[in-house]
Nanobody, 124 residues
Framework: QVQLVESGGGLVQAGDSLRLSCAASGRTFSTYAMGWFRQAPGKEREFVATINSSGNTYYADSVKGRFTISRDNAKNTVFLQMNSLKPEDTAVYYC??????????????????WGQGTQVTISS
């Protein structure tokens, strides 16, 4: 298990950009695949993006072309660069970690560690 702490959320206008960070504890960060999920009020938590130890990535259709996930194993950190933000991107964003390197295993139960979340609000 790793402990995860997200940061970088905030209130921005539609069309702006934000960069979320997720700092992980422990010396085995590089062996985990990482993911970002989000949960809007009254909605289920949904998958956003994931990156495995090899740097391969996979995105939800709703963010493909606008969001980029990346990782810096030397800093035990995973990032989510969000461009061209829309009001429908408003949500609490969560970082998550899993041992499986299969990019298509995207259910919440596949991820064993979660951060506390960071609020992202996009005004129109």
């Amino acid at each position: 298990q790793v402990q995860l702490v997200e940061s970088g959320g905030g209130l921005v206008q539609a069309g702006d950009s934000l960069r979320l960070s997720c700092a992980a504890s422990g010396r085995t960060f590089s062996t985990y695949a990482m993911g970002w999920f989000r949960q809007a009020p009254g909605k289920e938590r949904e998958f956003v993006a994931t990156i495995n130890s090899s740097g391969n990535t996979y995105y939800a259709d709703s963010v493909k072309g606008r969001f980029t996930i990346s990782r810096d194993n030397a800093k035990n950190t995973v990032f989510l660069q969000m461009n061209s933000l829309k009001p429908e991107d408003t949500a609490v964003y969560y970082c998550a970690a899993k041992k499986s390197q299969n990019l298509l295993r995207l259910s919440r139960s596949d991820f064993g560690s979660w951060g506390q979340g960071t609020q992202v609000t996009i005004s129109s």
